[in-house]
């Protein structure tokens, strides 16, 4: 038999967790089946634990959930939950009103967690102790601590999880020492480092052979700063938004050639983006708020491989923009903030068969 995964968006209470009747009322395999269809973790947890015994034992055998916080988590419910060693992975969706639950206590629950692969937790560990305490799930594949106050010497805690394969870490304060700390978690192959005001210890991410996604938007990244990243083979994924790169550093990343999606909004790379034409595997792009022109869209225009294109606040004319009529495997256009008219873009709607959504102008 296979494991199942269900996702609750609460706690299992002990209150749910009480059956009278030793029956077995189908196969378990055929239990199981009925547990696969209904999907609804809540829905089992409340109600399908309460048809018998073999139900309940089978919930706690063969299923596994993810637990999404849509409100405030209640630790003292979370604690006493039957089926705590059951849960995989475990969310919370937003900062619940700024309230700041207990570090510690938090992560004690955790520790108990273990077949736990999976943490997000926005805006709630804040300090070094709860990041010390989150340093010790071992089996830990999947970790986003964005948005909190993690602390000088914090991230020392977060190398020790050598499973780790995805690291959010993003709108934190990161020093350089900790971004050479991270560089030695060579197994890491998704990392997010947005906002987080890095500067010259970008260099060290270049250690991170294995990266295929990598987030370094709000930053403040230089031409020759990024040029230090454009040796990473593997990566497909690259944001770096909001940034001050350059012709020169549009110039190191047209060397990742390797790239598929490529967020560069919000930088200064002007008539660098003819050194983007490289990149000849690239679907989607970013290039908003570069002031690229005309000029700079006629090259765009000839990577008619794109099928999703933003390039919002430009400096595009009716004219330039409608070279993107080219552009014939795109199914998303964001034109919005240039000098286009309705009827121009209406017309390019008309003419640009794949299309999925309507031209944003």
Known sequence: MGQLLVSSSIAPSPQFFTSTSDQKIFPNDVCLEILKFL????????????????FYNLIGEYLKFAIVF????????????????????????????????DNVELCEIL?????????????????????KKIGSLKQLTILDVSYNDIGYGGVKWLTQLSQLTELRIGNNSIFDDDIKMISEMKQL??????????????????????LTSLRLCGNRLTDERVE????????????IGENQLGTEGAKSIGNMTQLTRL??????????????????????????????????????SEMNQL????????????????????????TYLD?????????????????????????LF
């Open 39 to 54: 999907e609804n973790g809540n829905f089992i947890i409340r109600n399908c634990s309460l048809i018998s015994k073999q």
């Open 70 to 101: 849509k409100k405030e988590i209640n630790l003292k419910s979370l604690a006493k939950s039957q089926y705590l060693n059951r849960i995989v992975s475990l969310k919370t969706v937003n900062s619940f009103d700024g309230s700041i639950i």
């Open 111 to 131: 520790q108990g967690m273990k077949d736990l692969k999976e943490v997000w937790i926005y805006k709630q560990l804040k300090g070094v102790k709860g990041i």
């Open 189 to 210: 192959t998704k990392l997010d480092l947005s906002n987080c005001r890095i500067m010259d210890g970008v260099q060290y991410l270049s250690k991170l052979e294995n």
């Open 228 to 239: 230090s990243i454009s040796n990473l083979k593997q990566l497909t994924e690259l944001y």
């Open 263 to 300: 967020n560069i909004q919000q930088n200064r790379i002007s008539q660098g983006v003819k050194y983007l034409e490289k990149l000849d595997r690239l679907t989607d792009l970013n290039i908003s708020k570069n002031k690229i022109g005309d000029t700079g869209v006629i090259i765009i």
């Open 307 to 330: 099928t999703k294109l933003t390039i919002r606040d430009n400096k595009i004319s009716e004219e330039g923009a409608k070279t993107l009529g080219l552009l014939q495997k795109l």
């Open 335 to 359: 034109i919005s903030d240039n000098s286009v008219s309705n009827v121009t873009a209406n017309s390019m709607q008309k003419n640009m068969k794949s299309l999925k959504y309507k031209i």
